[in-house]
């Protein structure tokens, strides 16, 4: 049986989430799947150890509808890579008609697929509900991101057991979702009163601004960048962390896979879809708001209590 899995949402965090309907349905028969997901999910630098996978695939599309994988043309290009592949059976992870139809012109016989035109929910609920329906059992919301050796990632060393070692979640998807970076700055400073502390600044190339303002404060000394680090060249940093205080981002959704504690501020996303499905997330949200009501409208990031961050982070590393 070879199967294909289309998962095609853009995010790092959502690529995360499917993970365990991916190794699911893997593990249901018996050897490694292909995936089609979009190149923003980064999954060749998360999934590169990952044996439940063997083949990464990338879908080319884009809001301005000018991808390798756009229009008519682009459909038949798609039907046309996937055909030469012969799968047996493809798991769809969206309600779209596109895709029900690049599997039918594939020549793919068996097709599982969320209902056509399903109107958006819960992408957890949706995703554990379709792959416990075709596996015919209980499948797990808990992710794991699958590493081997860490010396077979470049330029790695352990951290040093004597200090504490925090993820710092600083970037987000956009500025409602991301806490003040000197809110951040301020926490270090008081949590390094603490107990010594080493901080790991996660971000990317567009976060140079955040970045420097940290390193240029008074905890500068003790924060390292992974502005200029591979997602993948990050992730035994993050394995060996105590603990990832942040944003709803995409770093959370990795520390998280990882094993790691993480402390996620909701400003401006959905607790009940991005917070609840892993036991390694503790949340807190503004004031005013329950985890029930947060939502991609809620722009709460003026609303998050410091002391309760300072409180919550000194209780997860005891």
Known sequence: MKVLIIQVKKGIGDGVIYLPYIHAISKFYGKPVSILVKESSKANELLADDNHINEIMYLDRTKKKDGHHDGLSGFFKLVKRLRVKKYDKVFIFNSSLRYFLVAKFAGIKKIA?????????????????????????????????????????????????????????????????????????????????????????????????????????????????????????????????????????????????????????????????????????????????????TTHDTLGKNRISFEEVYSKSIKLLN
């Open 113 to 293: 697929q969320y209902p056509l035109f399903k109107k958006k929910d819960n992408i957890v609920t949706s995703a554990k509900i379709f792959t416990e329906n075709q596996l015919n059992s209980i499948v797990s919301t808990e992710p794991f991101l699958i590493l081997k050796k860490d010396d077979k990632i470049k330029n790695y060393k352990k951290v040093s057991p004597e200090m504490k070692h925090i993820c710092l979640g600083i970037s987000a998807s956009g500025p409602t979702k991301r806490w003040d970076i000197h809110n951040f700055i301020n926490l270090c400073i008081k949590i390094n009163a603490y107990v010594p502390t080493k901080f790991y600044l996660a971000g990317g190339k567009n976060d140079k601004d955040l970045f420097k303002k940290v390193l240029n404060s008074q905890i500068g000394s003790n924060c390292v960048s992974f502005e200029e680090l591979k997602i993948r060249e990050t992730l035994p940093k993050i394995k060996d962390c105590d603990l990832y205080i942040g944003n709803d981002t995409g770093w959370l959704h990795i520390a998280s896979a990882l094993g790691i504690k993480c402390l996620a501020l909701f400003m401006d996303s959905p607790v009940m879809a991005y917070g609840k499905y892993s036991n390694n997330i503790s949340v807190i949200v503004p004031h005013g708001e329950t985890e029930e009501s």
